[in-house]
Antibody, heavy 123, light 108 residues
Framework: EVQLVESGGGFVQPGGSLRLSCAASGFSFSSYAMSWVRQAPGKGLEWVSNIGHSGSSTYFADSVKGRFTISRDNSRTTLYLQMNSLRAEDTALYYC????????????????WGQGTLVTVSS | EIVMTQSPATLSVSPGERATLSCRASQSVGTNLAWYQQKPGQGPRLLIYGVSTRATGIPARFSGSGSGTEFTLTISSLQPEDFAVYYCQQNDDWPPITFGQGTRLEVK
């Protein structure tokens, strides 16, 4: 069974930093691209960042580009999101999700999700 | 950026009836269109990918259809556990990967 468990959320002042982690199990982590998706309180889903299976390719939403860094440790089957220069508008539940990825025949979106870790940015 | 627009924002349907949710893309997304279900306090769950393929374990009452820029999620006979928020999402042309704003399916 695929499991994704996020951690590292908390309360931080504007301008501060946090590092989120996502511990993955139940699948061959190093074979899959991974993403972070966030959800502000009472709002919809917003894609934040994606990293390729080897870590060599990364992508970011414009809203976080230059402030957030995504990385992974395939030996530890863990995904990370380093968040710097945090703003009030970064307050959200941050989900780790597997994908999107393609096989030889089919492309898949986010096919497994964690339960999320809450980040609150406030003075 | 491809903008995804869902309608209606809220849909009120009685249990046992059919629900039809719509999603429109600002440009063609080919077959890279997915639907998710989210219940309170839970992470999203993948229902449909590739426009019409049900994800593992998803009941047959859920079906997806459409092409190009217009897509539909149909729930043929609503069960109590189906009342939730539903999101469409495209990963045809990214970054960014974009979601619709969601449709809340509530009990009539």
């Amino acid at each position: 069974e695929v499991q994704l468990v996020e951690s590292g959320g908390g309360f931080v002042q504007p301008g501060g930093s946090l590092r989120l982690s996502c511990a993955a199990s139940g699948f061959s982590f190093s074979s899959y691209a991974m993403s972070w998706v966030r959800q502000a309180p009472g709002k919809g889903l917003e894609w934040v960042s994606n990293i390729g299976h080897s870590g060599s390719s990364t992508y970011f939403a414009d809203s976080v580009k230059g402030r957030f860094t995504i990385s992974r440790d395939n030996s530890r089957t863990t995904l990370y999101l380093q968040m710097n220069s945090l703003r009030a508008e970064d307050t959200a539940l941050y989900y780790c999700a597997r994908g999107p990825y393609c096989t030889s025949s089919t492309c898949y979106p986010f096919d497994s999700w964690g339960q999320g870790t809450l980040v609150t940015v406030s003075s | 950026e491809i903008v995804m627009t869902q309608s209606p924002a809220t849909l009120s349907v009685s249990p046992g009836e059919r629900a039809t949710l719509s999603c429109r893309a600002s440009q063609s997304v080919g077959t890279n269109l997915a639907w998710y279900q989210q219940k309170p306090g839970q992470g999203p769950r993948l229902l449909i990918y590739g426009v019409s393929t049900r994800a593992t374990g998803i009941p047959a009452r859920f079906s997806g259809s459409g092409s190009g820029t217009e897509f539909t999620l149909t729930i043929s006979s609503l069960q109590p556990e189906d009342f939730a928020v539903y999101y469409c999402q495209q990963n045809d042309d990214w970054p960014p990967i974009t979601f619709g704003q969601g449709t809340r399916l509530e009990v009539k």
